[in-house]
Each structure stands twice: as structure tokens, then as C-alpha cells.
């Protein structure tokens, strides 16, 4: 069962930063936070992941809040290929289960 | 990013018969692949976990002898659906986890039973 809430749509401009909220108040200690989008008719590309720290890599990065109850994802500089839909996990380190939320439909307009 | 590669990427079938999907781990090791469908407009829903060498466990609701499921090899899992019929059209995706517990995606299959 999915423990995250995101909104179901933002809009962002072409070259804006996008921060996309994730909502995780029951997470545990153990859990991790996963960030996947898919576009349109395609399979789910990883983006980031992290525990307690923030993270950074060439996609995004990741806040989480002191304590871990929230998360949100930068895209720095959004373009329009970045329009999709953004899933917000929370799941345990050697996971056996990956479930999936509703996720955020980013459009980012020119 | 590791590559997972997920064939065929359509496949349209006649009522009662069986289609199988293949989801390979071209560069690394998967001892845990998931199968996952997904109707239009809607999210990623879970249907079974496959472990190699092991059977799968599939989540509630989801009829093991309608989708079968075989991890033989490390880097091989397949998804059979047996006797098609039209409600099993959907968007099917397998994703395979490594062993720095990144899940990765195959590009999904889409199936239309007729």
C-alpha cells in the first residue's frame, strides 16, 4: 500500500525550477524515500533516492524534512521533456515490495 | 542507469490464448523482479514479486494460474498470461532491483486481447 500523498498536477515554466512535494508522515526509520517518473506510455525511470540526508545527482535533488515526514524533488531547470508524472515512494532498504502512489502530473510549459 | 529490457513492447492476441511477456537484466544481477500492469490514466499497480529460483508471490487479488510467472535465471523473468481474454488488456511492466536497491524498468509491453 502506498504511504505517500502528492498533489495530482503542477505546472511549472520552461527553465523554472519544479519542486514537487511528497507527503510521508508515517514513515519509519528504516524507510527510504524513492523518487520515479514515467512519461507517457513508457516504463518508470529512477530518479533519486535518500534516507535522512539531502541528495543530489545530475537529474535532481532531494529534500527530506528534519523529520522525514516530507520530501520534495527539484528539477532545477525544467524542460519540456520533463513533463510526466512523478511518483513519490517510501519503501525499506532490501525491499520485497514496491508500490506505487497516484503521483504528481508535472506539465512544464514553454 | 542499469538496463532492463522488456519484449515484446505490443503484442495483440485472440480470446484464449496465452501471451508471454520476457524481462531481461542486461548488465547486472536480479535476484528480485517485479511485474507490475497499469490501465490508462491510472497508476502502477503491484501484481506479483518474483525471486530467482523460488516461486512468486503474488499480491492479493491477482490469480496465480492466470498470470504465470518464472524466474529461472538471474537475469530472465517471464510473465504468462494464460487464456487472454479482453479485461486483460493493459500495460504491463516488469522492473528488476539491484544490488545497491535501485528498482529499475523495462519499457513496458502492451497487451490488447481481442
Redesign the interface.
Known amino acids: 500500500d502506498a504511504k505517500t500523498t502528492q498533489p495530482t498536477s503542477m505546472d511549472c515554466a520552461e527553465g523554472r525550477a519544479a519542486n514537487l512535494p511528497c507527503n510521508h508522515s508515517t514513515i519509519s526509520g528504516n524507510e ?1 524515500v ?1 523518487w ?1 517518473r ?1 512519461i507517457h ?6 530518479i533519486i ?1 535518500g534516507l535522512k540526508n539531502n541528495e543530489t545527482n545530475e537529474m535532481a535533488s532531494l529534500i527530506i524534512t528534519e523529520d522525514r515526514k516530507s520530501s520534495t524533488l527539484i528539477l532545477p531547470h525544467a524542460t519540456l521533456r520533463d513533463t510526466a508524472v512523478y ?1 513519490c515512494i517510501v519503501r525499506e ?11 504528481t502530473k508535472l506539465n512544464v510549459k514553454p | 542507469g542499469a538496463v532492463v529490457s522488456q519484449h515484446p513492447s505490443w503484442v495483440i492476441c485472440k480470446s484464449g490464448t496465452s501471451v508471454k511477456i520476457e524481462c531481461r537484466s542486461l548488465d547486472f544481477q536480479a535476484t528480485t523482479m517485479f511485474w507490475y500492469r497499469q490501465f490508462p490514466k491510472q497508476s502502477l499497480m503491484l501484481m506479483a514479486t518474483s525471486n530467482e529460483g523460488s516461486k512468486a508471490t503474488y499480491e492479493q487479488g491477482v490469480e496465480k494460474d492466470k498470470f504465470l510467472i518464472n524466474h529461472a535465471s538471474l537475469t530472465l523473468s517471464t510473465l504468462t498470461v494464460t487464456s487472454a481474454h479482453p479485461e486483460d488488456s493493459s500495460f504491463y511492466i516488469c522492473s528488476a532491483r539491484t544490488v545497491r536497491e535501485k528498482l529499475f524498468f523495462g519499457s513496458g509491453t502492451q497487451l490488447s486481447v481481442l
Open positions: 527510504y524513492y520515479y514515467q506510455s513508457q516504463g518508470p525511470q529512477y533516492h511518483y532498504y532490501n525491499f520485497n515490495k514496491f508500490y506505487f502512489g497516484s503521483g
